[in-house]
Each structure stands twice: as C-alpha cells, then as structure tokens.
C-alpha cells in the first residue's frame, strides 16, 4: 500500500504561479513513477504531468501545460513536486498525485493504483 497526501493548492491570479507536493508513505517510494492529474467541475479527470521512479527520471507533460509545469521527484524525502507557473483560468481544477509500477509516463489514469485526496487550485483570471 502506498498512501499519497497532497499540498500546495490555494487561490492565485492568472499569471502567478502555484508549487504542488504529493508525499508518499508506505511502500518504498522510489519503487513507483508518479504522475499528476487534475479534474474540473464538470470535467473528466485529465492528464497532466509523469515521471518515471528515478530521481531525475523521464518526465512527460500534457500539451496544456507543457512549457509552464515542472514535475520533479525527491526519493530521499518520498515526494513529487508539481512547480505551476504562468497559471492561467484554465488551470483551475482539483489536482491529483498518483502512483503507479512500470517505467512510468503513462497519461491513463487506470496505470496508477494509487491516488491522494487531491488539492485545489483556483486561478483568477
């Protein structure tokens, strides 16, 4: 079992920018690539960002926020970042982390067995 706690969400002016963290317990960690998932009222939950389980591993981002979002992992400490810049209205949403076995990257949410409780993020526009 791996449980994920997110934090970071909060309300922010278009333009501004947002850090996410996702701390992981239970199961080794670095065992598990991590990915980043956001639903809007109304919306189906979407694809945002994936890295693989090693520090500095492959990272993938949805076209959306390509360019503007980091993920990055810390295995030492047992958690992934989601660094959000240039927010836009758009981006308004809950996020979530989620954990998954496999080289990781995977844009489905059905590839990762394990979710948080998510986090929000308002964007003002």
């Known amino acids: 079992q791996v449980q994920l706690a997110e934090s970071g969400g909060g309300l922010v002016q278009a333009g501004g920018s947002l850090r996410l963290s996702c701390v992981a317990s239970?199961?080794?960690?670095?065992?598990?690539?991590m990915g980043w998932f956001r639903q809007a009222p109304g919306k189906e939950r979407e694809f945002v960002a994936a890295?693989?389980?090693?520090?500095?591993?492959?990272?993938y981002y949805a076209d959306s926020v390509k360019g503007r979002f980091t993920i990055s992992r810390d295995n030492a400490n047992n958690t992934v970042y989601l660094q959000m810049n240039s927010l836009k209205a758009e981006d308004t949403a809950d996020y979530f982390c989620?954990?998954?076995?496999?080289?990781?990257?995977?844009?489905?949410?059905?590839?990762?067995?394990?979710w948080g409780q998510g986090t929000q993020v308002s964007v003002s526009s």
């Open positions: 989620a954990a998954g076995r496999g080289p990781g990257g995977s844009r489905w949410p059905g590839a990762y067995a394990y």
């Open positions: 890295i693989s389980w090693w520090n500095g591993g492959r990272t």
């Open positions: 239970g199961r080794s960690f670095s065992d598990y690539a």
